[in-house]
Nanobody, 121 residues
Framework: QVRLVESGGGLVQPGGSLRLSCAAS????????MAWYRQAPGKQRELVAA???????SYVDSVKGRFTISRANAKNTVYLHMNSLKPEDTAVYYC???????????????WGQGTQVTVSS
């Protein structure tokens, strides 16, 4: 089994910062990509940031220049560094990993449980 465990969410004031982390564990042969999604109440889940093959990154326009996605050297942990937070960043943030569990398998998406980020004064 593969498990993604997220942490780092919480309440922060506008302009503040948070760092989210997501650790993948279990039977993992390789991870081709990891990403952060978020979903606010009544809204669609959106891709916030992704890192592919441990280096190539992409961001939704609304967080460019404020958020940074990175992976640890072991490549089983992904971080989302969030700066200059705005109330509109309030959402449940979900970690996603595309995982190959053995050499002959296909890549399969796994999801974390979600962590709440609330930006409010």
């Amino acid at each position: 089994q593969v498990r993604l465990v997220e942490s780092g969410g919480g309440l922060v004031q506008p302009g503040g910062s948070l760092r989210l982390s997501c650790a993948a564990s279990g039977s993992i042969f390789s991870i081709s990509a990891m990403a952060w999604y978020r979903q606010a109440p009544g809204k669609q889940r959106e891709l916030v940031a992704a890192i592919i093959d441990g280096s190539s990154t992409s961001y939704v326009d609304s967080v460019k220049g404020r958020f940074t996605i990175s992976r640890a050297n072991a490549k089983n942990t992904v971080y989302l560094h969030m700066n200059s937070l705005k109330p509109e960043d309030t959402a449940v943030y979900y970690c996603n990993a595309r995982v190959k569990v053995y050499v002959g398998s296909q890549y399969t998406d796994y999801w974390g449980q979600g962590t709440q980020v609330t930006v409010s004064s």
